[in-house]
């Protein structure tokens, strides 16, 4: 199928899906699932981690075969059993995992297996001047020639999406687009995908966002416990109604309020002058029982700080302290003084997904339970059940692979690794991606019951309401550089102006 051109109204399908049915391990995963999905609308999959919404949409996108049932395209069975089947078809999915060459340029990976060629040879030409296009149509800003690895996670997503469109996509299925920008980021996604509907398109989206799938869905269709619940119009639903049709139950969404700092609270985390590359001159302090937020647009140097203040990165200027007092370099260093990293990748930086749930919740803490070169099981497995009970871990199996479990239980785990090691300081980096909207509340929980227990939490997260509902004070770095210092009770726009570079300097 030739790429669309830019401006050209592009045919999409009409999708029936009837009996969907998956199944992991004799664990249903989809069951018996209709679905109707109109040409050229935006219709989103929402439910809690589990429910089945993205295997349903890896299903469509080649991705996973189902089990039993059928899917139709404006009336005529066909067959997906790969992604190249759904690419045949004009759909491309974009996972959460990404599926993009590393060591390859953005303009590579777009038009990879594409090229246009003349007399047998490449030619690019061509495909600069059509890249050219779909940065005008996406209001993206990737440079080209960059390779792919080197790019942040959000700028990675951005590449997926240029090369869907210059394949000629039909149909664009999204799993947790927005779950890696930024918020300008967001904004600009959104507007892209009416774009894309209004060309067209049709765009499957699966979002735990639920402001954001009602802002742009024109249908939403909601999945719990791998079976299908309601599909109905977007315009007549609330977040709340949605969250009762997802769960079954009532789950209060607002932020739990943090507990007030002591007056005498000491300082538990306190840096001074770190510098190293995006990073500069950051200074910052924490008390013990304080939640400080760290807000900042991609490349503002957010993640970088938080490796620096964990050891993960030696700084080449300033020091960091933990209680008065500096720890040895490096992660062990840390670790030792009482901090603890929850990263940004949960998948690639946090957990051996090939793992087990009781191996990975065991591994920061090995040392408390060796007895020489031998581990003590029964106290590994005493400690590893009253960590992952403590955070409400949901696994039928212990010794199953973490990667088995959905991505809030994943999360959820990852604390209970970190406190088992009973941390002064938790560093927290996007703490609740990629989860639920019950996972995302029990976590928001979780933080502000550790801080109220003495506990120094810094929280790095892309969404502004998550740090202005969590935090006593959110930093503002642009640039790497430190530029506002806000309050509790902060209005979101003066913090995001701020972020933007929209308030002068450093408050």
């Known amino acids: 199928m030739p790429p669309s051109r830019r401006g050209d109204a592009v045919h999409a399908p009409q999708i029936t899906v009837r009996g969907i049915g998956k199944s992991y ?11 109707d999905i109109a040409p050229g609308e935006v219709h989103s999959l929402v439910g809690e981690n589990g429910a089945g919404k993205s295997t349903l949409l890896k299903i469509l996108g080649g991705a996973v075969r189902a089990d039993a049932g059928a899917i ?38 777009v038009f990879l297996a594409r090229w246009s060629q003349r007399a047998g040879f490449r030619d690019g030409r061509p495909d600069r001047e059509r890249f050219d296009e779909l940065l005008e149509l996406t209001g993206f ?15 990675q997503q951005q590449v997926e999406i240029l090369r869907s469109l210059a394949r000629g996509a039909r149909v664009i299925a999204l799993d947790e687009p927005t779950a890696v920008l930024a918020e300008h980021e967001k904004e600009n996604l959104l507007e892209l995908i009416r774009t894309l509907a209004g060309r067209g398109t049709t765009v499957l989206l699966v979002s735990h966002f639920l402001d954001e799938v009602l802002s742009v869905a024109d249908r939403v269709t909601v999945l719990r416990d791998g079976g299908l619940v309601m599909t109905a119009d977007a315009a007549g639903l609330t977040p709340g109604a949605l969250v009762r049709h997802m769960v079954g139950r009532e789950i209060d969404v607002l932020f739990p309020e943090p507990a007030p700092v002591a007056p005498d609270a000491p ?65 062990r260093g840390a670790m030792a003084a009482g901090v603890a990293l929850v990263p ?40 590893v059940r009253a960590a992952t009970t403590s955070v409400d871990v949901r696994a039928a199996d212990p010794g199953a692979p973490v990667e088995t479990l959905s991505g809030g239980n994943q999360q959820k785990a990852l604390f209970a690794k970190w406190l088992l090691r009973s941390p002064r300081v938790l560093l927290i980096d996007e703490p ?18 550790l801080a109220a227990d003495g506990m120094a939490v810094v929280c790095v997260s892309s969404e502004i309401e998550e740090l202005l509902g969590l935090s006593h004070r959110v930093l503002v770095l642009r ?29």
């Open 344 to 383: 940004e990748s949960r998948k690639e930086q946090g957990l051996v997904m090939s793992s087990s749930l009781r191996d990975n919740v065991a591994l920061a803490s090995l040392g408390a339970r060796r007895l020489g070169p031998l581990v003590r099981r029964p106290a590994e497995r005493s400690a």
């Open 432 to 449: 609740t991606r990629g989860v639920d909207v019950a996972a995302k509340a029990q976590i928001h929980q979780l933080v502000t019951s």
């Open 72 to 109: 139709s395209f404006d009336g005529e069975p066909v067959v997906i059993g790969s992604p190249r089947d759904a690419i045949a078809h004009g759909v491309s999915l974009i996972s959460q995992e990404g599926a993009l060459v590393p060591a390859l340029s953005v303009l590579e990976n």
């Open 479 to 507: 640039h790497g550089r430190v530029v506002g210092d806000h309050p509790r009770g902060t209005p979101r726009e003066t913090v995001i102006a701020n972020a933007f570079g929209d308030e002068g300097e450093p408050s």
């Open 267 to 331: 300082v538990r985390l306190r840096a001074r002058g770190l510098r190293r590359g995006m990073v500069q001159d950051v200074d910052l302090e924490v008390r013990a029982g304080e939640i400080l937020g760290i807000a900042g647009l991609v490349g503002s140097g957010r993640t970088e700080t938080l490796r620096l203040l964990f050891g993960a990165d030696r700084p080449e200027a300033g020091v960091v302290e933990v209680d008065g007092t500096v720890p040895a370099p490096g992660p």
């Open 141 to 155: 800003e990737v440079d080209p020639q960059a390779r792919v690895d080197r790019l942040p996670i959000g700028t």
């Open 25 to 35: 391990s004799g664990v249903t995963v989809l069951h018996d699932v209709d679905l």
